[in-house]
């Protein structure tokens, strides 16, 4: 499957036209991983949002000295978004669980495209509250299944 037909079955994507689709793949770059590798090491620099191709990936959180998972997510899944918006380092690891496959795009190269057209930018930041705002939600229902 092509970079754009990925993209637009994304849901993160699910609002751009074919012409913004385009201009996001330009700044696409692919990354394989094979199973069991690290894709991002909590507490490091953030610097891309991940849509899986290809695979699954586990993201994990240390906590009180245990490794908590936080979601298994497979083709189609983007994970690295908070990325997008700050510098602070990365909230949780990512492993590959088996070969994958991934498009990152970088934070520098995305902020060019959005700084150069304002529709996209208004399109894609709607996209990245909504997938907050569903990830915010499932963590509260977790946190409330605890007690």
């Given at each position: 499957?092509?970079?754009?037909?990925?993209?637009?079955?994304?849901?993160?994507?699910?609002?751009?036209?074919?012409?913004?689709?385009?201009?996001?793949?330009?700044?696409?770059?692919?990354?394989?991983?094979?199973?069991?590798?690290?894709?991002?090491?909590?507490?490091?620099?953030?610097?891309?949002?991940?849509?899986?191709?290809?695979?699954?990936?586990?993201?994990?959180?240390?906590?009180?000295?245990?490794?908590?998972?936080?979601?298994?997510?497979?083709?189609?899944?983007?994970?690295?978004?908070?990325?997008?918006?700050?510098?602070?380092p990365?909230s949780?690891?990512?492993?590959?669980?088996?070969?994958?496959e991934?498009?990152?795009?970088?934070?520098?190269?995305?902020?060019?495209?959005l700084?150069?057209?304002?529709?996209?930018a208004?399109?894609?930041?709607?996209?990245?509250?909504?997938?907050?705002?569903v990830r915010?939600?499932?963590?509260?229902?977790?946190?409330?299944?605890?007690?």
């Open positions: 499957m092509d970079t754009i037909a990925i993209l637009r079955d994304t849901p993160f994507f699910k609002s751009l036209d074919d012409t913004e689709l385009d201009a996001v793949a330009k700044c696409v770059v692919e990354r394989s991983y094979g199973g069991g590798s690290l894709v991002i090491q909590e507490g490091a620099p953030g610097d891309a949002l991940y849509l899986v191709r290809k695979g699954k990936v586990r993201v994990e959180k240390e906590a009180a000295g245990k490794r908590l998972t936080l979601a298994e997510l497979g083709p189609g899944q983007a994970f690295g978004e908070m990325s997008l918006v700050s510098s602070f990365t949780a690891s990512v492993t590959a669980l088996e070969d994958s991934l498009l990152a795009i970088g934070r520098l190269d995305l902020n060019v495209l700084n150069w057209n304002p529709i996209l208004a399109k894609m930041w709607r996209s990245f509250t909504e997938m907050l705002s915010l939600r499932d963590m509260n229902e977790r946190m409330l299944a605890l007690k």
